[in-house]
Nanobody, 119 residues
């Protein structure tokens, strides 16, 4: 069993930065971040394995967001820079057996943390 707890959400103006963290307990291979915007389906943002040698980003966040895991394998972070209003949504941390863009690959999910970017 894997438990995930997100933190670090908040409200910022466009162009600002936020750092999300996900506390991980239990064994897992890959961690991902997904976003659900109001009235929309949940979408992939970024994913990484604990070794850090396999990383995926959604096209819309490349160059602005950075995903990383710590050496202790207890926390995965998402550094979000140059935030845009379209980045607004609830961000979910997810754990699974492989680094992938597909939601169904991830078996365990956190409760989510709200990010609001105003123009």
């Amino acid at each position: 069993q894997v438990q995930l707890v997100e933190s670090g959400g908040g409200s910022v103006q466009a162009g600002g930065s936020l750092r999300l963290s996900c506390a991980v307990s239990g064994r897992t291979f890959a961690l991902g971040w997904f976003r659900q915007s109001p009235g929309k389906e949940r979408v992939f943002v970024a994913a990484v394995n604990w070794g850090g040698d396999n990383i995926l980003y959604a096209d819309g966040v490349k160059g602005r967001f950075t995903i990383s895991g710590d050496n202790a394998k207890t926390t995965v972070s998402l550094q979000m820079n140059s935030l845009k209003p379209e980045d607004t949504g609830v961000y979910f941390c997810a754990a699974g057996g492989m680094v992938h863009r597909t939601e169904s690959v991830y078996r365990f999910w956190g409760q989510g943390t709200q990010v609001t970017v105003s123009s």
